[in-house]
């Protein structure tokens, strides 16, 4: 399935991907102008996509450390949520008990949490510079609300533009376990209550990670898949790969075993993205 402006999204992408690669040349050195001149916003926007379980809290942290270690602004945000407005709706949206809220009904509280978040947090942290690491954002509205659900894709895509006013992800992660759902929901529900998006159902969630694979395939420039593997260090080094036209410094890394083996240690996966 192809989603509307496919290819303009896309282009828009690999266009601000170019911009990031000016904003790190600014960065480094001090006859930046030129690099400056062709960035609309400084800052570098990620977001990591994927079905549930597939670990994207882990990598998320691991990349925060390691560019706060290399000087940049670093925000680790997730959706829904992130602000005071977008947090409450992601109680009622995912509540276990709200079993009558209508599909409609969940997308519109979705794209609502994204277009405070757009504005309060992300266009402003762009605009500074900053790099925004966001845990899901539109790709996880048309993987669960048109594949999962089945609403219209052209409208979703519609809506999905309005609440993002232009901020396009240079860069996303699929974190992908494949095309089961069963190994990924076992994961996310081990620790406690499943809320209401995680019982929709295995064959709600086969949709979804199918959904991931394909929107990689209609935004080549914009979306990596990354394998989740069970050596979280390799899957980190493959996150790292995924990113190396952002930041000319990963390209020296990719070889350093030790340099990703820390990720092993588990810790990563513990600290909790910023919630505001
Ligand atoms: P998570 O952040 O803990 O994965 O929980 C968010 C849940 O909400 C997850 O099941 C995916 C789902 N979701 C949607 O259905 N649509 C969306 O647009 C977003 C951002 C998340």
Redesign the pocket.
Known sequence: MTFGTTQDQDNAAAANAANAAGAACAETNTTGAACAETNASRGIFITFEGG?GAG?STHINFLAEVLEEHGYEVLRL????GTVIGEKL?EI??DAAHQEMSHEA??LI??A??AQIVAEVIKPALERGAVVLC????D??L???VY?RGLDATFVKQVNDFAVQGAIPQRTIVLSCGRAARCGLER?TKHGVT?R??S?GEDFHTR?NEAFLELAKDYPERIRVVESQDLKSQTACAVFAALKDLFTWISPLLDDKDFFARVDTGRYGNKHCDEG
Do not use: I, M, N
Request: charged share 40%.
């Open positions: 549930e994207k997730r959706e829904p949520g992601r949206v995912l969940e997308l979705y794209e949490a994204r845990d899901r954002f539109f996880s509205t993987a669960y609300q999962g996310a809320d998006l995680e929709a979804v």
